[in-house]
């Protein structure tokens, strides 16, 4: 049997080209090795806002980008958390074998909420870690492509998994994070992150004239003022972007950066070029299935009554176990 990934993301709509750096390319190499399931973690949303109006909408955005991007829906069922109810049934008894300190120890949730402003957090914003183990153990996931920023909620899934093994016989595996070797892009405005709530993003949807008009003003070497001033590649994240997307000629730019015989200018309409050629056939992909919502709609049911089915399987053998019958 194939070992079991367990994906997931919170539907922000669009996504941007750091997701698909980050997350996409490596969920696309691991569909043919695994078992995955692709979570759509709605309910994850409430944390940070009570705003659902769009929420319908930003789902749909974000499983066309997927399946845009290569992720096969008939190897890989694509799901929302919401709709399969087991998510919450495993959530309440995971929420009883965990402290609330251990929660307020979890330096992501920390993070958070200094990054947010948040006063005084909610019950249910502490115990999203708890949902998330709860997202990943349903399907018994063994592996969990996440960026750095999630291992903390790997390892309270962990804890939680050997808790109820422990407490009322092998049920659980204890999953292992699975780190994508490209880290985040860095956004547009020399943020480490690229984020469409900061505003630094190229958007895998963009066409080419808005990655040229977004790259024109990305920020660069401040000390390369002038085409001929030195710069210095290795602080600059449009030479981040050409290692990504034009490789082949990384060396050559970094040369002419350096030396004062490459401009800024010059460097990013390469740049952009690059990008837009890169993300042709995904934006070419995601027009066709734009115009074929109801399809879509028919594949998240479609993955929705797969999921459900081994949710189900999963839930049962909890209750027996703990002898609810
Ligand atoms: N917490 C993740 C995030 O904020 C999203 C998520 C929810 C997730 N459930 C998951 C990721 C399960 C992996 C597995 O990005």
């Excluded at 998510?87 to 609330?100: A, D, P, R, V, Y």
Aim: hydrophobic share 35%.
């Amino acid at each position: 049997m194939k070992k079991v990934v367990l994906s997931g993301m919170r539907p922000t709509g669009k996504l941007h080209i750091g997701h698909f750096v980050g997350a996409l390319e490596n969920w696309i190499k691991l569909q043919n090795d695994f078992q995955n399931f692709h979570l759509i973690a709605d309910y994850h949303v409430l944390t940070t806002s009570l705003d659902t109006s769009n929420i319908e909408r930003d789902s749909i955005e974000m499983a066309i980008d997927w399946i845009a991007s290569g992720i096969d829906p008939e190897k890989s069922p694509i799901f929302r958390q919401s709709k399969i109810k087991e998510h919450t049934e495993l959530h309440l008894i995971f929420s009883m074998l965990i402290t609330t300190s251990r929660l307020e120890r979890n330096p992501t949730v920390k993070e958070q909420v200094r990054d947010l402003n948040i006063e005084n957090i909610t019950y249910g914003h502490l115990g999203y870690p708890v949902l998330q183990a709860a997202d990943i153990l349903l399907y018994k996931g063994n592996y969990v492509p996440v960026g750095e920023d999630q291992v903390p909620h790997i390892e309270i899934t962990r804890e939680i998994a050997r808790k109820f093994n422990s407490t009322w016989g092998e049920v659980f595996p204890e999953p292992e994070p699975l780190l994508s070797q490209f880290a985040r892009l860095p956004g547009l405005d020399g943020n480490a992150k690229m984020s469409k709530s900061l505003n630094n993003a190229i958007l895998i949807s963009d066409e080419p004239d808005e990655i040229k008009a977004k790259l024109r003003k990305a920020v660069t070497d401040p000390q390369k003022i002038r085409k001929n001033d030195p710069g210095r590649p290795e602080i600059c994240l449009v030479f981040t972007y050409h290692k990504k997307f034009n490789p082949e000629e990384t060396q050559e730019i970094e040369i002419g950066c350096r030396s004062g015989v490459l401009g800024c200018v010059e460097c990013k309409l390469k740049c952009s070029d690059k990008i837009a050629k890169f993300f042709e056939p995904v934006r070419e992909k995601r027009k066709e299935l734009e115009l074929k919502l109801d399809i879509i709609k028919d594949i998240l049911v479609e993955g929705e009554k797969r999921a459900r089915k081994v949710a189900q399987v999963t839930m049962n053998e909890v209750h027996e176990k703990m002898m609810f019958g």
